[in-house]
């Protein structure tokens, strides 16, 4: 088995067999995640560098990243760097659940599942870690590095992390963005997405998409079924708002701090690295944006190329078609005069 693959099927284990991948007994004991898939790309793939034009001058590269903690940099460290990329899907069970929310605070299935997420993550980072270290190479997990935290900024206002799994994961060939700043792959927009950087001879995965922003609305003028399912103006025709999402986000964690589900969420620290300050919150989403619409549990792109591959095929045949009728007319013609 290559390293790649074991790595891989490491992660798909933990993730079937660990209890933080499980809702409360009292909902149910479920799985909140079902099985991820991954992603690798290469430290000096150009992309990095563009990330901080798109993002912010101020988000690492990945060799960045590797240097700043302490990790050994060598000649050409960038090239021999692999950043794995992980996607989670929620179960459809969580997903169903999520659906029938009340279009004003998120489902509380998906609530739980979402507030979990977290510690299940970062048991699967440093165990990701760890398996890599003991197989004689160095790793990390940008998520858990004393440097990770969000940066906010005024006028205007933005919010961002110091490394972006979303992005890491576009760079990884995953997928791409949607109009609703979600992050869309194989398995849909309604998932977590987190990674490892690591000097291991991780297989690159090709990334066949180069336009980040690729979603039914981006590339047929349709859709934007996500801005219907928005309960604030955080996200309206013109695009996404990122104050007013996060404004929303607030007020929904605000009520559920004085309802009952308290008693099985989990509280999160919150690193705001220009304000040198952490927060408490009870990570719970509102995510309305990513249930009820064609990309919330698959990629809806796949099913349009799909369909125009079957046209092009049935062209070919038909062409082919044509052609033998023609031979076989031409040939019989020939014979009739005979």
Known sequence: MTLTKESKTLIQEITGSSQLNRLPQSYGGGLCFSKPFFGVSRGDDPLFEKFKEVIAADHPTPAEVWTVNGLLGKNGLSADIRILSMVFPYTSEVREAGKNNDGKL??????????????????????TVEFFIQKGFSALAPKLTPDYGYIKKEN?????????????????????????????????????????????????????????????????????????????????????????????????????????ITEVLKKRYRKFQLEDRMEVTYPVGCTFCQFGVPCTDKDPLDIIYTVLQIRFLLAIINIKEVRIFRVTWGRWGRISKT
Not at 107 to 126: D, P
Not at 239 to 259: S, T
């Open 106 to 127: 998120p489902a509380t299935l998906y609530t739980i599942a979402r507030n979990y997420s977290e510690e299940f993550i970062n048991m699967i980072l440093q165990q």
């Open 156 to 260: 205007p206002f933005v919010l961002y992390s110091n490394w972006s799994e979303r992005h890491v994961a576009f760079a990884a060939g995953l997928g791409y963005f949607g109009f609703n700043n979600s992050f869309i792959t194989k398995k849909g927009c309604n998932v977590i997405i987190t990674s490892i950087v690591t000097d291991a001879p991780l297989s690159v995965t090709v990334r066949t998409i180069d336009n980040p922003h690729n979603c039914l609305h981006f590339t047929t003028g349709k859709c934007k079924e996500c801005v219907t399912k928005c309960p604030s103006e955080g996200l309206i025709k013109e695009g996404y708002q990122m104050e007013a999402c996060l404004d929303y986000c607030k007020e929904i964690r605000g009520v559920l701090a004085k309802r009952p």
